[in-house]
């Protein structure tokens, strides 16, 4: 079982980035499918997830409207996409899958990815 991130760099306030997660071992049509993330200094955040009957729940008041979490079954591939970056959103953001339900608390998932560094500076 093996998750792994993609798509991270070092942007400017205001740019976007696509991060990608493809899975192999296991099907993401069978797993809840998400993103963590980890600022520096900072405890990890849940920041989005889709569960297994396709439901997307969104955990951070703060990037409502700017990541939306996408799934291609086809790919076995989940997107997070981040829109009007800020400083704030530096981080390095985790793809995580868990056997049973999407959660808020970042410690619930089974399985992680390597992680992919988001830094946005100007």
């Known amino acids: 079982v093996q998750l792994q991130a993609s798509g991270g760099g070092l942007v400017q306030p205001g740019d976007s980035l696509r991060l990608s997660c493809t899975a192999s071992g296991f099907t993401l049509d069978d797993v809840a499918i998400g993103w963590v993330r980890q600022a520096p200094g900072k405890e990890r955040e849940a920041v989005s997830c889709i569960h297994r009957n396709g439901r997307i729940r969104d955990y951070i008041d703060s990037v409502k409207g700017r990541f939306t979490i996408t799934k291609d079954s086809a790919k076995n591939t989940v997107y997070l996409e981040i829109n009007s970056l800020k400083p704030e959103d530096t981080a390095v953001y985790y793809c995580?899958?868990?056997?049973?339900?999407?959660?808020?608390?970042?410690?619930?998932?089974?399985?992680w990815g390597q992680g992919t560094q988001v830094t946005v500076s100007s």
């Open positions: 995580v899958a868990d056997r049973r339900y999407c959660s808020a608390f970042d410690e619930e998932y089974d399985y």
